[in-house]
Antibody, heavy 121, light 109 residues
Framework: QVQLQESGPGLVKPSQTLSLTCTVSGGSISSGSYYWSWIRQPAGKGLEWIGRIYTSGSTNYNPSLKSRVTISVDTSKNQFSLKLNSVTAADTAVYYC?????????????WGQGTLVTVSS | QTVVTQEPSLTVSPGGTVTLTCASSTGAVTSGYYTNWFQQKPGQAPRALIYSTTNKHSWTPARFSGSLLGGKAALTLSGVQPEDEAEYYCLLYYGGAQVFGGGTKLTVL
């Protein structure tokens, strides 16, 4: 059974960098049929796609966040990570990591439980 | 900036049928947008229901179906159950980027 688990600080100061890691268990992150995504959701609001990474290292980002976001992968640890710099209160949200299977059609199949990150001094 | 629009809220009676739609600010939604639909209940992560416009996952109840309708993507629930009360999100693919709709809060009453 594949599981994804987000981890990282729950509180980040304004202007600093938010760093989260998603640890994948029950399957290899290196499998060529998947890519790995980050999505966030402010309290009481909708979902926002942040970006994705293939295990080749190729990435795509939300244009509205592109200047501040970096997603990376560490296959040796079966993890992928999110860095969002210059954060403000508007970046306060539950952050989810997810796996997307791509073998012809693409679909989200596994999500982490989400982790709340609050930006506050 | 691309905007994906859904009905903010809909209400349906148990056993009834309801259609949720998903529109793109760039024009008509086609199969090339590979529409995904997700269900989210309070305090839970989203759960995938539909991918590539019409395809169901193995766990998707038969009463859920996806389609294209009048230039929009659509999610139809037939024979709605009380447990279908939830927030529903569509997701459209724009080349390398993806955009979620704002969500539809479905009330079963």
């Amino acid at each position: 059974q594949v599981q994804l688990q987000e981890s990282g600080p729950g509180l980040v100061k304004p202007s600093q960098t938010l760093s989260l890691t998603c640890t994948v268990s029950g399957g290899s992150i290196s499998s060529g049929s998947y890519y790995w995504s980050w999505i966030r959701q402010p309290a009481g609001k909708g979902l926002e796609w942040i970006g994705r990474i293939y295990t080749s290292g190729s990435t795509n980002y939300n244009p509205s966040l592109k200047s501040r976001v970096t997603i990376s992968v560490d296959t040796s640890k079966n993890q992928f990570s999110l860095k969002l710099n210059s954060v403000t209160a508007a970046d306060t949200a539950v952050y989810y990591c997810a796996r997307v299977y791509c073998g012809g059609d693409c679909y989200y199949d596994y999500w982490g439980q989400g982790t709340l990150v609050t930006v506050s001094s | 900036q691309t905007v994906v629009t859904q009905e903010p809220s809909l209400t349906v009676s148990p056993g009834g049928t309801v259609t949720l739609t998903c529109a793109s600010s760039t024009g008509a939604v086609t199969s090339g947008y590979y529409t995904n639909w997700f269900q989210q209940k309070p305090g839970q992560a989203p759960r995938a229901l539909i991918y590539s416009t019409t395809n169901k996952h193995s766990w998707t109840p038969a009463r859920f179906s996806g389609s294209l309708l009048g230039g929009k993507a659509a999610l139809t629930l037939s024979g709605v159950q009380p447990e279908d009360e939830a927030e529903y999100y569509c997701l459209l693919y724009y080349g390398g980027a993806q955009v979620f709709g704002g969500g539809t809060k479905l009330t079963v009453l």
